[in-house]
DNA sequence: CTGTTAGTTCAGTTTATACAGAAATAACTG
DNA sequence: CAGTTATTTCTGTATAAACTGAACTAACAG
């Protein structure tokens, strides 16, 4: 793959532009769509050559898609050169994200939140507004992560299969949760 | 407010540098940080004071959270100034923040998934294996998509107070839905 | 060994974005 | 209507991040 059909590249801009909008390098969400679409692993020839971007810089991103756990190394027989593969279950990869990003940001967030907290409590004269509204939202990010943490545990493939084709059980449950 | 505890010091810093690991303008995100901590609305100069920041750039910020739907104008008898104030309810902050970046980020995504698959679809010689992750993709983003517009219909507190106590009933839907 | 290829690291440059300050506009006051 | 105050818009500058190309290291092949 030295050349890309139309809706690859589509593909490949579109999730570069996605990247940066979330605080994702754009080479790094290009490298990782390149690969996410590709039947086989490539090695970092092929993918700067396909991006036209420099080697050395595919060589960051690819550590950096590695140091999220979204690509892996592979090795072919015969060819000493590193090839890289993407996870493909998307599914998975969006857990994956989502586990990185909280301990990245979500957990340091907390520890900031109950440090804030206890500050202005121990304080001399404490802040009760401030307190009050560091605490929502100390509880906030407590209750997402805690909810989070549920979701995680269920079974593999519960989720998919829920959203697939659950409305109907899900709207009862609802219904069941809402009148309490 | 002119001058900032050390608690919302820290918080303001650490929303803004929030803010930049999202994709959001560290400024944009400090204002909202600020107003968010604040006991009653702010006017611009004030802003830019408690931050050492430009008022011009107070004032894109405060569009730019407008736009959001996160800030509003307040007007006080006897001041001509606006005032702005920031929504207080975390957990409809972050229904407004989830609305918004669909609306600009993951609705554009879908169209672009769905034209990339059609246009594959359409061409000679379909290339079957990124026509098939293209799709687990599209598939990916709608079910979340629809999950999310399912939540969003709960009743407004139901989240809150599910995530708060609901640990057992919710132990025991997961039971049921991972046996199917 | 020597030449070649793969991969990484680093220094310098480019680019995009954020930001400040000035200028312009608008709204109000007496 | 003149003077003042608030707000926005615009232009140029500063800053931070991304990216390139070259130098370097390592691994291998003949």
């Known amino acids: 793959m030295s050349k890309l059909s139309s809706a690859g590249e589509k593909f490949i801009l ?68 590193d090839h890289f593969e993407s996870m493909h279950d998307v599914w998975e990869m969006f ?27 121990q304080g001399e004269k404490p802040d009760k507004h401030m307190q009050e509204r560091m605490t929502w939202m100390l509880e906030f990010f407590e209750g997402m992560t805690s909810l989070y943490a549920e979701a995680r545990r269920l079974p593999p493939h519960t989720l998919r299969a829920w959203v697939r084709g659950k409305g109907k059980v899900r709207r009862w449950i609802d219904s069941l949760l809402g009148s309490d």
């Open 95 to 121: 857990h994956v994200i989502l586990d990185e990003r909280k301990r990245r940001e979500i957990d340091p967030t907390l520890q900031m939140l109950r440090s804030c907290v206890t500050e202005i409590q």
């Open 14 to 81: 579109h999730w570069g532009e996605m990247g940066t909008r979330w605080g994702v390098n754009r080479s790094v969400a290009q490298v990782h769509a390149l690969l996410y679409v590709s039947p086989n692993p490539l090695h970092a020839e092929e993918i700067a050559d396909t991006l036209s971007v420099a080697r050395s810089n595919v060589s960051t991103s690819l550590r950096e898609l590695q140091g999220w756990g979204l690509v892996r190394v592979v090795h072919l027989l015969g060819d000493r050169r």
